[in-house]
């Protein structure tokens, strides 16, 4: 598995979708058992974030959900790995990070993580696992969504 140091495509504005507005990034507050591990998630795209808001509110029962907007600069110091599609190497990615479905080079556990994960249903993310990754995002604003 290889890192790159750039991603030209990389979009300026990256955005997070949860139950709260999100200014300042704590990654002792992420949780476990995401598909890249723990870390801060965004999304290039506005409308899918405003998606995930609504569907984490209505998970939660209330009636708002959030958007933090942040701006994103280069660093060439961080690491960057980029999924084109949900393949081998992706997979065998969201196997180490999960660890839910036993040793992730073993037939059983990759027939059964294709088998639980839905991968037609991929969503753009953009992923920070440290501080420094994090200080390469600046907040810009937070708006607030209605489930309906």
């Given amino acids: 598995m290889s890192f790159q140091k750039t991603c ?28 890249f591990g723990r870390g801060f998630y965004t999304t290039s795209r506005r409308d899918q974030a405003i998606k995930f808001a609504r569907l984490k509110a209505k998970r939660l029962g209330t009636q708002y959900g959030f958007v933090s907007v942040f701006q994103y600069t280069h660093n060439p110091e961080l690491a960057i790995k980029k999924f084109d599609k949900a393949d081998s190497e992706w997979l065998s990615f969201v196997l180490k990070n999960l660890g839910t479905y036993g040793n992730p080079q073993s037939q059983e556990a990759q ?28 907040f810009k604003e937070v708006f607030q969504v209605g489930i309906n």
Wanted: proline residues 2%; neutral net charge.
């Fill in 111 to 138: 027939e059964t993580a294709i088998r639980l994960l839905d991968t037609t249903k991929l969503y753009n993310q953009v992923f920070f696992g440290t501080k420094s990754a994090i200080s390469s995002l600046q």
């Fill in 8 to 35: 030209p495509e990389l979009a300026a504005l990256l955005y997070h979708g949860s139950t709260i507005g999100v200014s300042a990034i704590d990654l002792s507050l992420s949780a476990r058992g995401k598909d």
